[in-house]
């Protein structure tokens, strides 16, 4: 458990705290929690994790027995970055692709699992179960990992958000302008998305 990154929690004594702020969006719901293989001594998180916030001017809102404190915050990009504005917004742009494409199917995969939990519906639960696929989405692991393209035919709920989150990670995993390569694959996802909520509905 060394490499764990333990609980941080803001101090209740007064005075000044130093805190660090995770500036990402909310983990991705319904995902398997795992370690990375690359770990941290002491300050390795479970992901997958969400994006990162786009640089740019935000509000910091803490709430303490229904009291409510706002203080302005400023997220720069590290100086020693050297990517313009426009490749920065490209990658926020296809992460942020990755990670609602994701949140999409997750809606989806919820309301199939409610169904296949309905003993009433036994003549669809094949067909759904299809669908879903099996499991859970995890962290994929971009050393010892890949993705590759299905028909749409054979794709599934799971896989598919599977590859989102290997291309969120991969986006995310170096600031700079994604590749074509990447950004042709965030676009081949979406569509695979789309043919896959489209059966969804058919089913329906």
Not at 24 to 45: D, L, M, W
Not at 135 to 152: E, F, K, M, Q, R
Request: aromatic share 6%.
């Amino acid at each position: 458990t060394y490499w764990m990154r333990p609980p941080q929690s803001l101090a209740t004594a007064s005075g000044h705290h130093r805190f660090v702020w995770d500036l990402r969006h909310e983990p991705p719901p319904g995902s398997e929690r795992e370690f990375a293989i690359a770990a941290v001594y002491r300050n390795t998180p479970t992901g997958p994790q969400g994006p990162f916030v786009h640089p740019g001017r935000y509000i910091v809102r803490l709430t303490v027995d229904d009291i409510v404190l706002e203080r302005p915050l400023a997220v720069r990009l590290d100086p020693r970055v050297n990517t313009s504005e426009t490749d920065v917004q490209l990658q926020t742009d296809n992460s942020l692709a990755c990670y609602n494409g994701y949140l999409r199917l997750q809606k989806i995969r919820e309301a199939i699992d409610a169904l296949l939990q309905n003993p009433a519906n036994t003549k669809k639960r094949t067909a759904l179960q299809t669908l879903r696929g099996s499991g859970l989405p995890g962290n994929p692991d971009l050393l010892y990992s890949s993705i590759t393209a299905a028909s749409v035919d054979k794709e599934t709920i799971v896989g598919l958000q599977n590859k989102f989150l290997y291309l969120l990670n991969l986006l995310q995993s170096v600031d700079a302008r994604p590749t074509q390569q990447a950004m042709a694959g965030v676009n081949a996802l979406e569509e695979a998305a789309e043919a896959l909520a489209k059966r969804w509905q058919a089913m329906k």
